[in-house]
């Protein structure tokens, strides 16, 4: 499968590697034409475990490589993941989600041919359901681009590791499409028995994961979900149309614990309350 990433960052390039590793055909795409030089000669700038040899390899492979050109990368790919930051507003309340934004305004005019856009990046409530109406609108291929939301839970240091090796991956959409893309591009991951939960970004229940986990570290915000896992690799629990793909409690609400058998997660990469507005 030809995938690109948008936004090469600490979320960034250790996806674009994982999905090379997996054995897509992967092109990066970042502004910083030095960080772009220095990853497409194998050189890793950021700390990540295993993130160097799977720099090294799939660069000198060709499988992976790395371009400040967004019109190469919608040629070339027919799912972009969008990994771009998104910093807590000033308010402490919120995320900055102009790079997300910014990305779907520069690649939707150059998506001449059906494709999915996901989105990694932590969101805040009705950014999905925007970044659609942004993407379909801008597109010469209109509908037929579809937006699948498909949150990242990673620690930092290990994010190689929670990419090929996550304790389940959760998509957020709205057609059979994006579905069939989102199975695909995971596919050795689901193949490998890791859970997929498949949701309806437009609802807001909440789900909570079974058994324990370790205690998270100071200051994370945890969200409860509201399903249990186990089962079927598909889950889509009777009563709990599910939603984890927006951030409905914003930075500094009253958490609670929560995500059992999950990683410890990083404050830098905390999870909050998850749920989209109808």
Avoid at 49 to 78: K, Y
Avoid at 122 to 128: C, E, H, L, Q
Wanted: charged share 20%; glycine share 10%.
């Amino acid at each position: 499968m030809r995938v690109s990433v948008i936004g090469c960052g600490h979320l960034g390039i250790p996806h674009a590697a994982a999905m090379a590793e997996l054995g897509h055909e992967v092109i990066g795409v970042d502004v910083d034409q030095a960080k772009v030089d220095r990853l497409n000669a194998g050189q890793c700038p950021i700390y990540e475990t295993r993130l160097p040899e799977l720099l090294a390899a799939h660069t000198a492979s060709g499988r992976l490589r790395f371009t400040t050109d967004i019109r190469e990368a919608a040629d070339f790919a027919d799912l972009h993941f969008i990994g771009t930051g998104t910093p807590i507003n000033a308010d402490g309340r919120s995320y900055d989600t102009a790079q997300v934004y910014g990305a779907v305004r520069q690649l939707a005019p150059l998506l001449t041919r059906p494709c999915t856009i996901v989105g990694k990046s932590t969101v805040t409530v009705g950014t999905t359901a925007q970044v659609t109406a942004l993407a379909q609108r801008l597109a010469p291929a209109g509908q037929d681009v579809d937006v699948v939301w498909n949150p990242e839970f990673l620690r930092e240091g290990h994010a190689v590791q929670d990419t090929l090796r996550p304790d389940r991956l959760i998509a957020g959409i709205t057609t059979a499409e994006g579905e069939k893309a989102i199975r695909a591009v995971y596919a050795p991951i689901l193949d490998a028995g890791a859970p997929i939960f498949v949701t309806d970004p437009r609802r807001a229940p909440r789900w909570v994961w079974s058994n324990t986990r370790p205690p998270d570290p100071p200051g994370v915000n945890t969200s409860p979900l509201t399903a249990q896992a186990g089962g079927s690799r598909s889950r889509r629990p009777s009563g709990y149309p599910l939603s984890a793909c927006e951030v409905a409690n914003p930075p500094g609400a009253p958490g609670t614990p929560g995500a059992p058998n999950a990683p410890a997660v990083p404050s830098r990469f905390g999870l909050v309350g998850l749920r989209e507005r109808v």
